[in-house]
C-alpha cells in the first residue's frame, strides 16, 4: 500500500490509540479495542480510508 500518513498524523493516531485502549482497559469494556485501529494505520504508514477519499499527509507522497 502506498504511504499517505505523515509524521504528525502518525503522532496523532499513536496517542488517540493509546487513549482509547487505556479508556477500555479503565472502565473495563470492549470500547478499548478500537483503539488497534489508529496504531495500526499509525505504524503501517498507509490509512485505507485514506486511500479511498485520496488525502495525503504524507509530504513525499503529495501530487
Not at 490509540?17 to 470492549?30: D, E, K, P, S, T
Request: hydrophobic share 50%; net charge positive; with cysteine.
Amino acid at each position: 500500500m502506498k504511504k499517505n500518513v505523515g509524521s504528525i498524523d502518525k503522532t496523532v493516531r499513536i496517542v488517540l490509540g493509546v487513549v482509547i485502549i487505556a479508556a477500555g482497559l479503565y472502565f473495563q469494556n470492549w470500547f478499548g479495542v478500537i483503539g488497534i485501529i489508529p496504531l495500526a494505520t499509525a505504524f503501517m504508514g498507509s490509512c485505507p480510508l485514506y486511500s479511498v477519499m485520496g488525502v495525503s499527509t504524507c509530504p513525499n507522497e503529495k501530487k
